[in-house]
C-alpha cells in the first residue's frame, strides 16, 4: 500500500476541485446540456470522491498495524526452527526422523532441496537441446510457513526423545507460539477485505469509465474547449490540470 500510489489518487481530487473552481468562475458561460457535466452533478461527485479517499485513509492503519504485527511476530521464526532443529539432531532420533523434519525447516527457510540452476548453465543446457523448467519452491508466504510450522510440532509430538529444557523449545510453548502467529495472520486477512472492498469504491468513483471522475473531468474539458476555443486562456487554465487513472 504506497502512499506515493494513494496520494496520486488525491492529487486527482485535488484537481478535479480546482477545475469546478475554474467552471465555475465562467459563471452562466459555462452551460452544457449533458446533466453529468453540469456544476451540480461535478459537486456531487467531488463530494462523493472526497469521501471515498476518507473511507479509505480511516481504514488503511487497521490494514497497516496488522500487517506491521505479524511480520514482527514472523521474524525471529527462522532462527528458531533452526534451534529447533539442532535441540532434535541432538537426540537419539532416528535418521529417517531427522530427514523428516530437515525437509519441513527446508520449505520453512525458504531454502531448495538442490541449488538452483544459474541462468548461463540454464542457456548451455538449452543449446543441447535439453528443456530446462525450474519450479519455484519458495514456501515462505505467512500461511506456508504456518502450514509448515505446524507439520513440524506434529513430528514433535511423536518424538519421544525430543524433550528439550529450554522453555522456547518445549512443544507446549511452540504451539502457542503457532496460536500466536495464527491469530496474527487472520488478522491481515480479516483487516483486508474492507480495505479491499473501500479500494474498490474508490476505483468506481474516480476511474469508471464515462461516469468517473477522470473520465468526466476530460468531458469538462472538451465542453471548456468547445465554448472557448482551444488557445483561449479558459480553456489554457484547465488544460494543465493533470488526471491519471490510478487503479492500484
Known sequence: MSSTSESGHAINVSNFETLISFVTAYGTVYNPSREAIKLPALQTLLSD???????????????????????????????????????????????????????????????????????????????????????????????????????????????????????????STLTALYNDLSAKNASVLAATVPLSNTRIARNEILYK???????????????????????SPQFKQISKLKFVAKKN
Open 49 to 171: 470522491a472526497k469521501t471515498s479517499l476518507n473511507a479509505l485513509n480511516a481504514i488503511q492503519p487497521n490494514y497497516s498495524n496488522a500487517v506491521a504485527a505479524r511480520e514482527t511476530a514472523f521474524e525471529p521464526l527462522s532462527k528458531l526452527i533452526t534451534r529447533v532443529n539442532n535441540a532434535l539432531k541432538a537426540t537419539d532420533t532416528t535418521e529417517q526422523v531427522d530427514e523428516s523434519a530437515k525437509t519441513i525447516v527446508r520449505k520453512l527457510q525458504g531454502k531448495r532441496a538442490t541449488p538452483k540452476i544459474s541462468e548461463e548453465d540454464i542457456a548451455l543446457l538449452k543449446e543441447d537441446g535439453k528443456e530446462v523448467t525450474q519450479i519455484s519452491t519458495s514456501q515462505m508466504s505467512y500461511n506456508s510457513q504456518l502450514e509448515n510450522f505446524d507439520k513440524l510440532i506434529m513430528l514433535l509430538t511423536t518424538v519421544p526423545e525430543y524433550k528439550p529444557n529450554e522453555e522456547d523449545l518445549k512443544i
Open 209 to 231: 469509465e464515462k461516469t468517473g471522475l477522470v473520465d468526466t473531468a476530460a468531458d469538462v474539458k472538451i465542453y471548456v474547449k468547445s465554448v472557448f476555443g482551444a488557445t
